[in-house]
């Protein structure tokens, strides 16, 4: 049996799963000429979703008619520094008609023209939709767009948002990781936005946060035997890569003869090959979304490390304060939902945020934390190591809670831990 | 060619990313055997191993360090389509040459034709040597083509069905995508879709193995005395050869390149190693800081840890050489 797992890669075709009232919505949205921003953290599962709907078969089985439909999938990451929008409304166009040339005839003229004129384009899609015909238009890594300086123009995004909004004959579904309003933001920050209206605000959100319980636990056991199901949930929670990633290590030892016992034994290599994805996600954190988090990772810890007994009551109390963080990383997929509130979903997530940003043992951080630590504790080398070292980490321990409160409260913790 | 001792695991990794259609980054230190395995990746016999369909798998391999000075992604994309003309099976070469008779490089004709090499069941494996050589020619400015190349590739890889890529470097993934993030600071790094397989040291019973395929039994206890785990010591061993039991010999004939090695491994150490290392300073230490520090160091084979828990260098090389060269005087 080969291995079904596929970390860092897009789920396609058959190991496409889960996600079934997101598929509704974007279709419900389509058949209504709305247009989507499908939003989420780092592999999160935007792009096998945005895919996944695009794939004809399934754009049949949810669309009444699908023969008015010209379907056209983009990649944002295409564009490099030498594109232009003109290259983006060919591409967009040469697929359409190629995927429906009945409901895309009026674009095919524009692509006899070098550089496209938004009226004419306008006019063209406007055509399109009053044949009842519309391109759906299906754009992954959106916020590409805003690497490059010929795509952040009002010549482009008005054109967009004005045939969009209005020709009927245009509807766009985009994956990105901005959300709707921080794109908008960035929008004012180019100086691409027009008086009085946001740029974006024609796309209607859709965020993608974790699996269900019950979607995993039963893909799971497709593959794994009961024990590594359960192991696989405890490490990942049910982030998709993480699941993926865990699925993949469990498969692997499955395979190589390995007993419930030694599975825990995995968890380091887990936290590894999952590191740059823990990297990606705290980077797109807002410095109070990284304070509620460590709050987080310090609370879950239960008082265990060390053989030190924490407190964290007061910790606790302190999240109130970031319940809009906590509850956009629970959309997100960051934290999950658990009874009587949010918890760190995955364990390899949880450790490395307390080996990370917490001790900082690992990566590249703390070294010159440590080095000054070093100074001021005027440590000694004798050749062997001092008490005062060996005493180290249970001081940490003991000492960081009340450290890492006093300085969320007063905002230090993000430059405390960077 | 230096052969590829051990590293079956690794090998077995790399060809199910391979199989799967998945892209890698084979990342350690230098003279780990990152471009030894990259070439086993290349070979038909080996791939006739690994793989259920060999002959549905093209592979192009590029050194990094060799590029040539007009190269764009223009050029680059011609040149593998050159090779992919000579050198493919059968059916991409029919498939190759067709599509460069169009002379269109763009990247929504290569996504037309890496999408349709995947629905046929063919797929190109890109296999890119010396990563960070790569990288670096790439973003030295004016630096025109460097975001159209490496988006195309980062899409044709993880959306096409048709493209692997599997590139050899000493920076991780995440440092791979910090190095590029000011070309695209909004979305997706270049290199998230690329699993790491690090190569560290050899497992003690893998390092054994080799040794006493490679030497008489007595001899093979004094290099594993001198080398320990670590890969490029134990391969600079092997190479050496030595016919004699006499452990300062050993240890004086190898310690130049090995010297050379950790002066320039020490510099792709991260974290708290360095301070940690020089703190050790070729003794034994019981119980030191950084314990997540200590285990890459121990993953790596700069360290080992006794049966009592107490660290120590894990080879006389490296003992060797933090002793003359590297210890901090902190007293």
């Known amino acids: 049996m080969s291995n079904p797992f596929l970390p860092f890669t897009p789920a396609f075709g058959p190991d496409f799963v889960n996600r079934d009232a997101e598929i509704k919505a974007v279709f419900e949205r389509i058949a209504k000429r709305g247009n989507t921003a499908i939003v989420g953290n780092p592999h999160v599962g935007k792009t096998s979703l945005l895919h996944h709907v695009a794939t004809p078969h399934v ?10 439909y010209a379907i056209v999938e983009i990649d944002f990451q295409l564009f490099g520094e030498s594109k232009t929008r003109h290259d983006f409304w060919r591409e967009l166009i040469a697929q359409a008609v190629e995927s429906n040339p009945a409901i895309a005839a009026p674009l095919k003229p524009l692509l006899k023209k070098k550089e496209v004129d938004e009226q004419a ?34 010549d482009f995004l008005g054109a967009l948002r004005a045939i969009t909004m209005k020709s009927k004959g245009l509807c766009l579904i985009t994956a990105s990781r901005l959300s709707v309003a921080q794109m908008n933001a960035l929008g004012e920050e180019y100086k691409v936005a027009t008086r009085g209206s946001d740029l974006f605000n024609y796309l209607d959100e859709l965020t993608l946060g974790c699996f269900d319980e019950a979607s995993v636990r039963t893909w799971l056991k497709n593959h794994l035997p009961p024990e590594a199901v359960d192991e696989a949930l405890l490490l990942a929670g049910h982030h998709p890569l993480l699941v993926q990633l865990a699925g993949d290590a469990l498969f692997d030892a499955v395979e190589r003869g390995v007993q419930p016992p030694g599975y825990p034994a995995l968890r380091d290599a887990l936290i590894h090959r999952a590191e740059s994805q823990f990297q990606d996600v705290w980077k797109y954190l807002s410095s109070k979304a990284q304070i509620a988090l460590i709050i987080f990772a310090l609370r879950d810890l239960r008082g265990g490390a060390g053989g030190q007994t924490f407190n964290l009551e007061k910790a606790e109390q302190t999240l109130l304060w970031y319940g809009s963080e906590v509850k956009e990383m629970a959309r997100r997929g960051t934290l999950e939902t658990a009874t009587g509130g949010y918890r760190i979903g995955s364990v390899a997530f949880h450790l490395w945020l307390v080996e990370q940003k917490i001790v900082g043992t690992r990566g590249d951080e703390p070294q010159e934390a440590f080095t000054q630590w070093l100074h001021n504790k005027q440590f000694k080398l004798g050749g062997l190591i001092t008490n005062e070292e060996i005493a180290w980490l249970q001081k940490v321990w003991k000492v960081i809670p009340t450290n890492i409160i006093d300085l969320a409260k007063k905002a230090l913790l993000p430059n405390a831990l960077q | 060619m230096t052969p590829l001792l051990g590293r079956e695991a690794e090998l077995r990794a790399a060809f199910s990313r391979l199989a799967s259609g998945q892209s890698a980054a ?33 592979v192009f391999i590029l050194d990094g360090r060799r590029l040539p000075a007009n190269f764009t992604a223009a050029t680059f994309w011609q040149s593998v389509f050159t090779t992919l003309r000579a050198e493919a099976p059968p059916a991409i070469r029919v498939e190759a040459t067709q599509f460069a008779k169009t002379g269109d490089y763009g990247a929504f004709a290569l996504e037309r034709f890496f999408r349709q090499m995947g629905r046929s069941g063919l797929r190109v494996a890109l296999l890119v040597d010396h990563f960070g050589h790569f990288l670096s020619h790439l973003l030295t400015p004016p630096a025109t083509s460097a975001g159209e190349l490496l988006g195309t590739l980062r899409s044709l890889s993880s959306r096409s069905g048709g493209l692997s890529l599997i590139v050899a470097a000493r920076r991780r993934v995440s440092e791979l995508n910090q190095q590029t993030a000011q070309l695209n600071p909004r979305g997706s790094p270049y290199f998230n879709t690329l699993q790491e397989i690090r ?15 490679s030497f008489d039994s007595s001899i093979a206890q004094t290099v594993w005395t001198v080398t320990g785990r670590h890969p490029f010591l134990i391969s600079l061993a092997v190479q050496a050869r030595p016919s004699s039991v006499e452990l300062s010999t050993l240890l004086t004939s190898l ?29 034994r230490l019981p119980r030191p800081p950084a314990p997540g520090d200590v285990e890459d160091l121990i993953w790596r084979g700069w360290l080992d840890r006794d049966s009592d828990g107490i660290l120590r260098p894990a080879s006389l090389l490296l003992a060797r050489w933090l002793e003359t060269s590297h210890a901090l005087n902190l007293h």
């Open chain 1, 121 to 154: 384009l306008f006019r063209a899609f406007q055509k399109v939709g009053r044949a009842e015909g519309c391109v759906v238009a299906f754009v992954d890594e959106f916020d590409h767009l805003f690497n490059l300086p010929a795509f952040r123009t009002l």
């Open chain 1, 59 to 68: 754009f049949a089985a949810h669309t009444p008619n699908p023969e008015q």
């Open chain 2, 255 to 283: 310690a130049p390149r090995a010297d050379e090695h950790f002066k320039i491994a020490f510099g792709f150490l991260g974290g708290l190693a360095p301070t940690l290392l020089s703190l050790l300073g070729g003794k």
């Open chain 2, 199 to 213: 190569l560290g040291a050899f497992e003690r019973g893998e390092a054994r193995k080799i040794l006493e395929a």
């Open chain 2, 26 to 58: 084979i990342v350690g230190e230098p003279d780990t055997g990152k471009s030894l395995l990259l070439a086993q990746l290349a070979r038909a016999e080996v791939s006739a191993e690994w793989l259920p369909h060999p002959e549905r798998l093209a």
